[in-house]
């Protein structure tokens, strides 16, 4: 079964960068398209952003639209996740996760078959 593990978050001030990546094991990477998405404490889990098999196509959440790009190499088996201009409201574990299906929701949880654990983003003011 793949595996999904996330890194790159961590404590940052606002305005400032992070890049988190996906890596993917088990299996080959361009099988999957990937998403992005994040929880914050008492609220449900939320889209960023998603990238196709090919990386042909990338969708982005309106909340983190113009701060974020999604890329991916599949040689490496990893997605990243550039986010810019960080506020403090972007502060959540940020997940990543992977469906084999071309014919699906970007933005729909329930659409990904393999999820990561997690990795927290802080921003602080």
């Known amino acids: 079964q793949v595996q999904l593990v996330e890194s790159g978050g961590g404590l940052v001030q606002a305005g400032g960068s992070l890049r988190l990546s996906c890596v993917v094991s088990?299996?080959?990477?361009?099988?999957?398209?990937v998403g992005w998405f994040r929880q914050a404490p008492g609220k449900e889990r939320e889209f960023v952003g998603a990238?196709?098999?090919?990386?042909?196509?990338?969708y982005d959440a309106d909340s983190v639209k113009g701060r974020t790009t999604i890329s991916r190499d599949n040689a490496e088996n990893t997605v990243y996740l550039q986010m810019n201009s960080l506020k403090p409201e972007d502060t959540a574990v940020y997940y990543c996760?992977?469906?084999?299906?071309?014919?699906?929701?970007?933005?729909?949880?329930?659409?990904?078959?393999?999820w990561g654990q997690g990795t927290q983003v802080t921003v602080s003011s």
């Open positions: 996760a992977a469906t084999p299906f071309t014919d699906y929701d970007p933005e729909r949880p329930g659409t990904y078959d393999y």
């Open positions: 088990r299996d080959t990477l361009r099988r999957y398209a």
């Open positions: 990238i196709s098999r090919s990386g042909g196509n990338t």
